[in-house]
């Protein structure tokens, strides 16, 4: 089965930093796109920021200029740079890849497990 483990999460202060990952393993084909995406309590998810397979990237207005995603090609990995981080950057943040499996042409999401980042004094 795929899997995808994040890690990184964390208490951190207002303009503090914290780097989060996302690897994802298991019967691999093609890794299309990838993206974080957060839900704060009572907010619906949000796209925070993604990556295309020619390394094209977006970012949410909320998150421009302050965090950076980025991805490894040969790890299978994700990670999402937070700088300048505010306190209603406070959610949990999900990895999702698209991807196609070996023996099969179909696209499909995956999503990791989520991480709490905390931005509070």
């Known amino acids: 089965q795929v899997q995808l483990v994040e890690s990184g999460g964390g208490l951190v202060q207002p303009g503090g930093s914290l780097r989060l990952s996302c690897a994802a393993s298991?019967?691999?084909?093609?890794?299309?796109?990838m993206a974080w995406y957060r839900q704060a309590p009572g907010k619906e998810r949000e796209l925070v920021a993604a990556?295309?397979?020619?390394?094209?990237?977006n970012y949410s207005d909320s998150v421009k200029g302050r965090f950076t995603i980025s991805r490894d090609s040969a790890k299978n990995t994700v990670y999402l740079q937070m700088n300048s981080l505010k306190p209603e950057d406070t959610a949990v943040y999900y990895c999702?890849?698209?991807?196609?499996?070996?023996?099969?042409?179909?696209?499909?999401?995956?999503w990791g497990q989520g991480t709490q980042v905390t931005v509070s004094s």
């Open positions: 999702k890849i698209t991807l196609t499996r070996l023996s099969s042409a179909y696209l499909r999401n995956y």
């Open positions: 298991g019967p691999i084909s093609t890794i299309n796109a």
């Open positions: 990556i295309t397979s020619g390394f094209d990237t």
